[in-house]
């Protein structure tokens, strides 16, 4: 058959099982094992727990699951609402200057995490609520963390950057390497927009009262 047909009754056959509501990895199997049984034979088969073992025994694969483990140890403890509250803190007297830390914050949590969905996930279930709450219209506070997310794909460690020059046989340090200015150069441009945008807008007035959050002041 021609690789190029081939490719395309491949190609239709995975969008049509991931479309079925079936996850990834067990659609991705089940293409794999349909067109092995339906070009080579049963006995294709034998080969897949080897291919299997032999893909997944790389040294440099095994720093994603940690990367993915310390970003989820991260979310489900103070460290990630203590770093959003220092940022919030030192740049209260800046228009719009939670929506600024909001960025600050997800610029920080990507590089502890390398994932943009875990950055967007984290950071947004904070720093949303806080932005509505305080008067900044929704489509800065939802948009500045969407584009903060996308950080978690740039900033060191970035599981893509794995992945990517494991398949291409690229240096992964050089990688990462370059991404730590546009990850950063990405950090101040998408503050000083956010200080642009909500200034135009009028919103982001909020200014430190002098009471912490859960400490009752004595009088």
């Known amino acids: 058959m021609d690789p190029l047909l081939l490719g395309g009754l491949i190609a239709l056959a995975t969008i049509l099982i991931l479309f079925s509501g079936a996850s990834v990895a067990l659609g991705l199997l089940l293409v794999s094992a349909l067109f092995l049984v339906a070009f080579d034979g049963v006995r294709s088969l034998e080969l897949m727990p080897e291919v299997f073992f032999g893909k997944l025994d790389s040294f440099a694969l095994l720093s994603i699951p940690m990367f993915i483990i310390m970003g989820a140890s991260i979310a489900s403890t103070r460290a990630g609402a203590d770093l959003y509250e220092a940022l919030e803190r030192w740049l209260t007297r800046v228009p719009g200057g939670l929506v600024i830390s909001n960025i600050g914050a997800c610029g920080l949590f990507a590089a502890m995490s390398g994932s943009s969905p875990a950055t967007c996930a984290a950071i947004g279930k904070m720093g949303i609520p806080e932005m509505l709450k305080r008067g900044y219209p929704e489509g800065i506070a939802t948009g500045s963390i969407a584009a903060g997310g996308t950080l978690g794909i740039l900033i060191p460690p970035s599981v893509t950057m794995i992945v990517y020059g494991i398949a291409t046989e690229t240096s992964i ?22 200080l642009y945008a909500t200034w135009r807008q009028g919103a982001g007035g909020h200014r430190w009262s002098g009471v912490i959050p859960g400490v009752r002041n004595s009088r």
């Not at 340090?173 to 956010?194: T, Y």
């Open 173 to 194: 340090g050089r990688l990462f390497l370059a991404g730590v200015f546009p990850g950063l150069m990405l950090v101040g441009l998408f503050m000083a927009w956010s």
